[in-house]
């Protein structure tokens, strides 16, 4: 079975664009979530995506958004992007009732 | 609040030497406990888990972690390391569909 994918793995952008990083979980699992990894604030979890609908968002600001796809595919949108945004973003998934996450290898995202 | 707690931030090992890096958690109920491995540029890969039943649990790679409910404590363990075991450990608690993280370790592996 296919592991996380995640693309593009390598991002770098300018102060003030919007990005767009996507997940595609395991076959079968229909919970995706993303976390923010920075060397300063560590593993962040930003949001959770089952079915379509978001279930439980971290304590990060509106310019950080999600949605997911009826195919379980996930994609989280960053606006106005700042300096501190520069992280890598991993997704996970697990399947149902499963507290279980597979991470994928994360988009690496830099911020200029 | 839920946290997790990794009081080593670096560690540093001879190849062969036994290995125990510590988490310490705080969660009102039952906890589900992970340990996740990070090489250098990679995603998590998960170790092993805990849900519930025998507080002694085996994972990849020869790991093993014991839950202890009296001390908060999932430290995880491995009797001779590898030098390929030189990576960052993330010990993890699971909350609400969410994972809670501690700061990570970091192992250094000498030969």
């Known amino acids: 079975k296919a592991g996380v994918t995640q693309t593009p793995r390598y991002l770098i952008k300018t102060r003030g664009q919007q990005v767009t990083l996507s997940c595609s979980p395991i076959?079968?699992?229909?919970?995706v979530s993303w976390y923010q990894q920075t060397p300063g604030q560590g593993l962040q979890f930003l949001f959770e995506?089952?079915?379509?609908?978001?279930?439980n968002k971290g304590n990060f600001p509106g310019r950080f958004s999600g949605r997911q796809f009826s195919n379980s595919r996930s994609e989280m949108n960053v606006s106005t992007l700042e300096l501190g945004d520069s992280a890598l973003y991993l997704c996970?998934?697990?399947?149902?009732?499963?507290?279980?996450?597979?991470f994928g290898p994360g988009t690496r995202l830099t911020v200029l | 609040a839920q946290s997790v707690t990794q009081p080593d931030i670096h560690i540093t090992v001879s190849e062969g030497a036994s290995l125990e890096l510590r988490c310490n958690y705080s969660y009102g109920a039952t906890p589900y406990l992970f340990w996740y491995v990070q090489s250098p540029g990679q995603g998590l890969q998960l170790l092993l888990k805990y849900f519930s039943g025998d507080t002694l649990v085996q994972g990849i790679k020869g790991f093993e972690a014991e839950f202890k409910r009296s001390q908060s404590s999932f430290n995880l363990r491995k009797p001779s390391v590898h030098w390929s075991d030189a990576a960052e450990y993330f010990c993890a608690v699971g909350a609400l569909r969410k994972l809670i993280f501690g700061t990570g370790t970091r192992l250094q592996v000498f030969p």
């Open positions: 076959s079968g699992h229909r919970s």
């Open positions: 996970a998934s697990a399947g149902q009732g499963s507290n279980e996450q597979f």
């Open positions: 995506y089952f079915s379509e609908t978001q279930r």
